[in-house]
């Protein structure tokens, strides 16, 4: 009890000490954000969808390399789970998943063939950001953000993640493959009766 106003009581013989509890001490505590609108809990539950791939491509490298960490921070802020390359999740870091770009060979037609054809070799580079734990409802707004936002020239394609995602990143290598197929072979009976094995 919270003790306010004392009294002073002169008796005969001695002086008492009384005091009185406030009317503030007896009143229960009111949360001043719920004084007016009562807190309201957010009890529904949105399906999720497993982990996309959000796929940035253009021509332009510059343009779409800050688009791309454009499109990380705001899936941060959507409170989306970022994934790095290695299938951690990714909070205060910043990753960036690229392969390598594809080249497409244009020839100049010219009527007259004395002179040489040209060549030209446009690029088309490619972004990558993988998320996981996307509510759908958040998705859709995420979505029209990134179409409102994109630069000119950079195509933006959302997907679910798949086992392609994981084979284009990585360059083949010839030899090993070329090591392979020669395994390959040595399992063929034909081979073996050849090499005297069997």
């Known amino acids: 009890m919270k003790l306010l106003k004392s ?20 009143v229960k505590k009111i949360n001043p954000w719920e004084l007016y609108e009562p807190m309201i809990k957010n009890t529904k539950v949105y399906p999720e969808y497993p982990t996309l791939t959000l796929q940035l491509d253009s021509m332009d ?13 705001k899936a941060r802020q959507f409170k989306f789970k970022v994934i790095d390359r290695y299938g951690f999740i990714l909070v205060p870091a910043k990753e960036h998943y690229a392969i390598p770009p594809t080249k497409t060979a244009l020839k100049l037609e010219k009527p007259d063939k004395r002179k040489p054809e040209k060549e030209i070799v446009l690029s088309t580079y490619h972004r990558f950001l993988r998320l996981s734990e996307v509510p759908c409802v958040r998705l859709s707004l995420y979505l029209y953000l990134m179409q409102a936002h994109a630069p ?12 392609m995602d994981e084979d284009i990143r990585y360059i083949p290598d010839e030899i090993l493959e070329a ?20």
């Open 179 to 198: 090591k392979k197929a020669e395994l390959l072979s040595l399992d063929d009976p034909k081979t073996r009766k050849l090499l005297g094995w069997e």
């Open 61 to 73: 490298f510059v343009p779409l390399e800050k688009f791309h960490s454009y499109a990380h921070r």
């Open 7 to 26: 009294q002073w009581i002169i008796g005969t013989a001695m002086i008492q000490h009384i005091r009185e509890a406030s009317l503030r001490s007896k």
């Open 152 to 163: 000119v020239g950079i195509t933006i394609t959302i997907r679910k993640q798949e086992q």
